[in-house]
T-cell receptor, first 114, second 115 residues
Framework: DVKVTQSSRYLVKRTGEKVFLECVQD?????MFWYRQDPGLGLRLIYF???????EKGDIPEGYSVSREKKERFSLILESASTNQTSMYLC?????????????FGQGTRLTVV | AQKITQTQPGMFVQEKEAVTLDCTYD???????LFWYKQPSSGEMIFLIY??????QNATEGRYSLNFQKARKSANLVISASQLGDSAMYFC????????????FGTGTLLAVQP
């Protein structure tokens, strides 16, 4: 059974803390993504990576950074957490190419910044 | 720029009836893919169905079918014979960025199936 696993389902952090969200996939996918989900806004792309050590900004990268040192692992970093980063974070992976290359998602991390 | 619009924030349907969830999209790319995902209350995103822009026939996957009208830029999801387990949030998404397969999502439709 293919899997994308996020390290935490729920996190509570304090304003100003450095926060790491971890994601691991076992499908040998080149592409990995971090999305943020907010009510009424759907999912928005924060960052994505198409290879080890390669990354590109998505639509809302401000306040975030990422790291991909190994193919299977993609980390999202909140350098200094703020209350407006309270949200659901979803990691996904997919193989490259066009056509039916659906993304597989993790179970999500609900982050609360207080 | 790409855009996905889902105009139905919430919908009710009776068990065993069919329901259509609306999705319109906007893109200037001639080649694109459209996806529907289901998100139950547990939070995971489940892939349901895919339609490619050059596909001649509407996609079907079991009880799910996609009513693809290219000229109108619509890609509505039809769920036949609704079940209680279909109650969830449904997202329409479009793939862009070539091989990188980035997705742009709509705002979602919350479907409630009533017994």
């Amino acid at each position: 059974d293919v899997k994308v696993t996020q390290s935490s389902r729920y996190l509570v952090k304090r304003t100003g803390e450095k926060v790491f969200l971890e994601c691991v996939q076992d499908m040998d996918h080149e592409n990995m993504f971090w999305y943020r989900q907010d009510p009424g806004l759907g999912l928005r792309l924060i960052y994505f990576s198409y290879d080890v050590k390669m990354k590109e900004k998505g639509d809302i990268p401000e306040g975030y950074s990422v790291s991909r040192e190994k193919k299977e692992r993609f980390s999202l970093i909140l350098e200094s957490a703020s209350t407006n980063q309270t949200s659901m974070y979803l990691c996904a992976s997919s193989r490259p190419g066009t056509g039916r290359t659906e993304a597989f998602f993790g179970q999500g991390t609900r982050l609360t910044v207080v | 720029a790409q855009k996905i619009t889902q105009t139905q924030p919430g919908m009710f349907v009776q068990e065993k009836e069919a329901v259509t969830l609306d999705c319109t999209y906007d893109t200037s790319d001639p080649s694109y893919g459209l996806f529907w995902y289901k998100q139950p209350s547990s939070g995971e995103m489940i892939f349901l169905i895919y339609q490619g822009s050059y596909d001649q026939q509407n996609a079907t996957e079991g009880r799910y079918s996609l009513n693809f009208q290219k000229a109108r830029k619509s890609a509505n999801l039809v769920i036949s014979a609704s079940q209680l387990g279909d109650s969830a949030m449904y997202f329409c998404a479009m793939c862009y960025g070539g091989a990188t397969n980035k997705l742009i999502f709509g705002t979602g439709t919350l479907l409630a199936v009533q017994p």
